[in-house]
């Protein structure tokens, strides 16, 4: 059986919320101020696109380092557009990795963001059943 993911959010104030993993980590949650939020935290909304850019630059970093790609910074930059109707999924993402190294190799990063997609990341494969997810890439060859 799958290991079992637990967190938690607890109100704190008007709609702040402690989002809490089940380690122990914690993250800000709040509304909007139109919403009647104080825009004092991360909106649940947008802690999806995070999840993704996290799920998906883990893999990929992961599958560069054992090709032994020599990367010396790396970001995933996550864009997304809602639909205009309840319940507001995303209906298109973009994401975007800026890989900085030494000679890295156009193919090793488009096969790891490959296997990211189609295979590892979880986030990825949720999200895909809302929303045409464009993967894209840009290496930046290192100075130093």
């Given at each position: 059986m799958s290991e079992k993911k637990r967190s938690t959010v607890i109100l704190r104030d008007d709609m702040i919320?402690?989002?809490q993993s089940g380690n122990g980590f914690t993250i800000p949650l709040d509304a909007k101020k139109?919403?009647?939020g104080?825009?004092?935290g991360v909106s649940?909304?947008?802690l999806m696109l995070m999840s993704l850019a996290g799920c998906t630059g883990m893999d990929v970093i992961s599958i560069l380092r054992k090709k032994?790609?020599?990367v010396t910074a790396f970001e995933v930059r996550v864009e997304g557009v809602r639909a205009e109707e309840h319940p507001r999924v995303y209906t298109e993402i973009w994401a975007h990795f800026v890989v900085t190294g030494h000679n890295v190799s156009q193919d090793a990063v488009d096969r790891a963001i490959e296997l990211s997609r189609d295979k590892y990341c979880g986030a990825s494969a949720t999200l895909r059943h809302t929303a045409t997810i464009h993967y894209s890439s840009e290496i930046i060859e290192a100075t130093e």
């Open positions: 919320f402690l989002g139109e919403a009647g104080h825009d004092a649940p909304i947008e032994k790609q020599d």
